[in-house]
């Protein structure tokens, strides 16, 4: 689950998205996960944090946070651009993560690079490692068709969209149970973009 293609774009992508957010419900969705960790024991974990602004932003908002992506140059990037904040190269299955106590998860467009078949193996990984009731907040492209994710043309790297339906289905098997949802659109993005916040069963 190693991700070349943003090594080789890492300095392209860095101009191209230079803030944490596209669309201000992003930021909403941001807040209400901060809310609901707000005051849980642990690390937040930002998996595939990319460029580190994520990270930065939820650090802003009071949790305790570390960045986790596979790309050596997309770290570096956040590394240089937030000194003192905490990023580890890693994969979304979070095996080289270190023995921590992880307060809660977020994967913002991070799984959509992971084969399908293998999110439900990754998932597995992270019910785990978590306690009961531990928020985890999954973004990505979604898709309106009912059924199995549908395979798009991401500039970077192979890349999924997902029903949020079908998302969530994959998340009871692995041990999740859905507390919201929001799936927005915008006539400056070709595809609908879904939040689903769940907590380990």
Same mark, same amino acid.
């Given at each position: ?10 300095? !392209?992508?860095? @101009? ?6 596209? %669309? ?6 941001? @807040? ?45 990037? =956040? ?15 979070? =095996? ?9 998860? +977020?994967?913002? %467009? ?28 999954? @973004? ?9 994710? +549908? ?7 192979? =890349?999924?969209?997902? $029903? ?6 994959? !998340?009871?098997?692995?041990? %999740? ?17 879904? $939040?689903?916040? @769940? $907590?380990?069963?």
């Amino acid at each position: 689950m190693t991700q070349p293609g943003y090594d080789a774009m890492a300095d !392209l992508y860095a @101009a191209t998205f230079p803030s944490a957010y596209q %669309f201000p419900i992003e930021q909403h969705a941001a @807040a209400a996960f901060a809310e609901v960790v707000s005051g849980r024991e642990g690390v937040t974990v930002d998996v595939g944090c990319g460029l580190g602004h994520v990270t930065a932003d939820l650090v802003g908002r009071g949790l305790d946070v570390i960045g986790c992506d596979p790309s050596v140059m997309m770290l570096d990037h =956040a590394r240089r651009t937030y000194p003192d904040l905490t990023f580890i190269e890693g994969e979304a299955t979070l =095996a080289t993560l270190p023995e921590i106590k992880i307060a809660a998860l +977020i994967a913002r %467009f991070s799984l959509i690079h992971v084969e399908p078949t293998q999110v439900a193996e990754v998932l597995k990984g992270w019910s785990e490692r978590l306690t009961a009731d531990t928020p985890v907040l999954i @973004a990505f492209q979604a898709s309106d068709e009912p059924g199995p994710p +549908i395979q798009f043309d991401h500039a970077v790297a192979p =890349a999924w969209r997902w $029903h949020p339906d079908e998302f969530s289905r994959i !998340l009871r098997q692995r041990g %999740f149970d859905e507390d919201w949802r929001i799936v927005y659109r915008d006539n400056s993005y070709r595809f609908p973009v879904g $939040h689903l916040l @769940a $907590h380990r069963r």
